[in-house]
T-cell receptor, first 115, second 114 residues
Framework: EAQVTQNPRYLITVTGKKLTVTCSQN?????MSWYRQDPGLGLRQIYY???????DKGDVPEGYKVSRKEKRNFPLILESPSPNQTSLYFC??????????????FGEGSRLTVL | AQSVTQLGSHVSVSEGALVLLRCNYS??????LFWYVQYPNQGLQLLLK????ATLVKGINGFEAEFKKSETSFHLTKPSAHMSDAAEYFC????????????WGAGTKLIIKP
């Protein structure tokens, strides 16, 4: 089954404790992206990757890191989480980020709470 | 800079009534337009998209949207609402001047009254 898998789905952590949210897709997609969803703000892009070893900042990259060492994986790293990073996070992938008609496939989301 | 405006954070309709969710965009270059739907506790999935050609676009579950360049709009409609349509709907635009990254509206939560 074609899918984007995120882990963990739910996480409660404390300020300053490093965490990683993993994302994996099995569709051989070139493009992957991370979004955060907050009420009333829609989706805001954190980072995206057009292909392996190529990453770019989105609209809200501060406090986050990513890496794309393999085509299928695109982990999101919070080096020192703060309460304002409490949010619902989505990973998404697409066949190609340079083709605007491509459909984005989303994971089921990871709800993160930072105390 | 591009932007997407969805009028109404919540829209409530009765079952069987017309659904109309509004989306206006700003873009200085020809846009590609999308509607995504998010059911409770799930990720988003594509409902329909406009790229080129016919301005009336049909999507899944009986939804359709019309691209009106003169009004910079891409409103989503469905003739008769079902209870299963209750979800949050997001309009998004992609264009060359944003490096084809999707710019998202804030979302509209559709509530269906029995």
């Amino acid at each position: 089954e074609a899918q984007v898998t995120q882990n963990p789905r739910y996480l409660i952590t404390v300020t300053g404790k490093k965490l990683t949210v993993t994302c994996s897709q099995n569709m051989n997609h070139e493009y992957m992206s991370w979004y955060r969803q907050d009420p009333g703000l829609g989706l805001r892009q954190i980072y995206y990757s057009m292909n392996v070893e190529v990453t770019d900042k989105g609209d809200v990259p501060e406090g986050y890191k990513v890496s794309r060492k393999e085509k299928r994986n695109f982990p999101l790293i919070l080096e020192s989480p703060s309460p304002n990073q409490t949010s619902l996070y989505f990973c998404a992938s697409s066949f190609s980020g340079t083709v605007p008609t491509g459909e984005l496939f989303f994971g089921e989301g990871s709800r993160l709470t930072v105390l | 800079a591009q932007s997407v405006t969805q009028l109404g954070s919540h829209v409530s309709v009765s079952e069987g009534a017309l659904v109309l969710l509004r989306c206006n965009y700003s873009s200085s270059v020809p846009p590609y337009l999308f509607w995504y739907v998010q059911y409770p506790n799930q990720g988003l999935q594509l409902l329909l998209k406009y790229t080129t050609g016919a301005t009336l676009v049909k999507g899944i579950n009986g939804f359709e949207a019309e691209f009106k360049k003169s009004e910079t709009s891409f409103h989503l409609t469905k003739p008769s609402a079902h209870m299963s349509d209750a979800a949050e709907y997001f309009c998004a635009v992609s264009a060359l001047d944003s490096n084809y990254q999707l710019i998202w509206g804030a979302g509209t939560k559709l509530i269906i009254k029995p």
